[in-house]
């Protein structure tokens, strides 16, 4: 990643993830409310072994009980595009095999469910299900919040790993720019502001696995967690913060730190 010229701080783009541990959409701005993620992120998942997620009383499972990229990687062969107000999800895979299926209809969650045990026979514990409920998120964490990256951080990490590392390792919302490498280490239970919106960082985000695939090669090729563990004593890259007061946020926005 090459190394900016001093800049103010501010966002340098905005993603979400539609289906969770599939492929991530950027988008130029987003509506952010309080206690609640980006809309639309993680709002499907393909539910791996067993039919546990109630959608009409929905609740925190974690990721392992999902397909996801900590153990899939070959998930990040899929290329998707997901309309989210008609919850119409385009897919297609390297073989050009694609699929587009409304997830709202049983017919079209049930095309996905084929598409995928069919792709990744050896991954799936019978037949994957398609899962979704209103206003649920399928987070890796049980509170909503968004999850940031502060690009200088990853440049220092590249710097001293002699690696390159995509950005979108890390599959985040929120890539910040123009601030020193690892400040938001000391951002905890303080408050950040993003053009209009205030936010409240809450958790530093411990890597899994799921950062040593490629997002382009959908290669397991380098060891993340263990680049930080051997090179700084820990796996923390990027921070979690819960919204504060709504407001829709864009791409460019200055960034205020705490302090």
Not at 89 to 100: C, D, F, R, T
Not at 173 to 193: R, S, V
Not at 217 to 244: F, K, S
Request: charged share 25%.
């Amino acid at each position: 990643m090459p190394e900016p010229q001093h800049i103010a701080p501010h966002l340098h783009a905005l993603y979400r993830y539609p289906i969770k541990g599939l492929s991530p959409e950027r988008l130029n701005e987003a509506l952010l409310s309080p206690g609640d993620v980006i809309a639309g992120d993680r709002a499907y998942a393909l539910e791996n072994g067993g039919a546990d997620f109630d959608p009409v009383s929905p609740r925190y499972f974690p990721k392992t009980k999902f397909l996801m990229l900590m153990k899939h990687e070959r998930l990040a062969r899929l290329h998707t595009e997901f309309d989210s107000p008609a919850h119409i999800l385009k897919v297609s895979a390297p073989n050009g095999i694609s699929l587009e299926a409304n997830l709202s209809l049983p017919e079209g969650r049930a095309a996905l469910e084929t598409f995928i045990q069919e792709f990744m026979p050896q991954s799936v514990r019978g037949r994957p299900r398609v899962v979704f409920a209103q206003g649920h998120s399928f987070s890796d964490v049980a509170m909503k919040c968004v999850s940031i990256i502060n690009l200088a951080s990853l440049r220092e990490l590249e710097r001293r790993a002699k690696q390159t590392l995509h950005p979108l390792r890390f599959r985040a919302n929120l890539y910040l720019e123009g601030l020193e490498p690892w400040a938001e280490m000391d951002w905890l239970d303080q408050n950040l502001k993003i053009g209009p919106v205030t936010l409240q960082i809450v958790k530093t985000t411990v890597r899994c696995p799921a950062t040593q695939v490629d997002p382009e090669t959908a290669e397991r090729n380098i060891d993340v967690p263990r680049l930080l563990r051997e090179l700084y004593g820990h796996q923390i890259l990027g921070v979690y913060a819960r919204v504060v007061s709504r407001g829709t946020i864009a791409q460019g926005d200055a960034v205020l730190p705490p302090g």
